[in-house]
């Protein structure tokens, strides 16, 4: 089946840094999702990604759509406190269903 | 502003006993969907459900897993006799339209099979 392949697994930076995280797939993808996700809760959706090359920004976080439609990659610049958590990408395809596939996630922690 | 509401968000039941986790979607969408997450894991999708209709159920479990969304009241997922295998975070999301890849979801239901 589809898999995404999500790396780092973990950070530990300090604050103030920026951090890249990015998500590979041996498939394609019509929609690439980032979402963040607090312990205890459910995920909460960052950023959407809809075309080929497209890059989104919100607020401090940037993520591009690979050209290949197979990767993507989420930005945050100048990380505060309140970024710890659980990152995940998740994928779209087709099927047209809300049949998202989730990336095993990339857990922050940032250091004041 | 009523989220995605799930309950209970802890569940404790012993091997063999039923489980039945409740969501009730955002006002105005009238598409859910089921996800499970294990320990460090990502979000696995389970079903997809309309209103009195299963859509997409390739991700549940062949076995003692069950869900409906009836036309009143929320959407159910039911485990028979659960096993230890089952313990996992079961999230529930909606979305307003069918392919709506903004997905909104509950804070979840924990469930530990002892």
């Known amino acids: 089946g589809q898999q995404l392949n999500q790396s780092p697994q973990s950070m530990f930076i300090q604050e103030g840094e920026d951090v890249s995280m990015n998500c590979t797939s041996s498939?394609?993808?019509?929609?690439w999702l980032w979402y963040k996700q607090d312990p205890g809760e459910g995920p909460v959706l960052l950023i959407a990604l809809y075309k080929a090359g497209e890059l989104t920004s919100n607020g401090r976080l940037t993520a591009q759509f690979g050209i290949t439609r197979k990767d993507s990659f989420l930005n945050i610049s100048a990380s505060i406190p309140s970024d710890v958590g659980i990152y995940f990408c998740a994928g779209l395809g087709s099927s047209n269903t809300g049949k998202l596939i989730f990336g095993q996630g990339t857990t922050l922690q940032v250091k004041p | 502003n009523a989220g995605v509401m799930q309950n209970p968000r802890h569940l404790v039941r012993r091997r063999g006993q039923e489980a039945r986790l409740r969501c009730s979607p955002m006002k105005g969408h009238s598409h859910v969907y089921w996800y499970r997450q294990l320990p460090e894991e990502g979000l696995k999708f389970m079903v997809y459900?309309?209103?009195?209709?299963?859509?997409?159920e390739s991700g549940m479990p062949k076995e003692r897993f069950s869900a409906e969304f009836p036309k009143e009241g929320p959407s159910i997922l039911r485990i028979q006799q659960v096993v230890r295998g089952d313990s996992a975070a079961y999230f529930c999301?909606?979305?307003?339209?069918?392919?709506?890849?903004?997905?909104?979801f509950g804070s979840g239901t924990q469930l530990s099979v002892l």
């Open positions: 459900l309309q209103k009195e209709n299963i859509i997409d």
């Open positions: 498939s394609i993808f019509n929609t």
């Open positions: 999301a909606s979305s307003m339209t069918a392919s709506n890849e903004k997905l909104f």
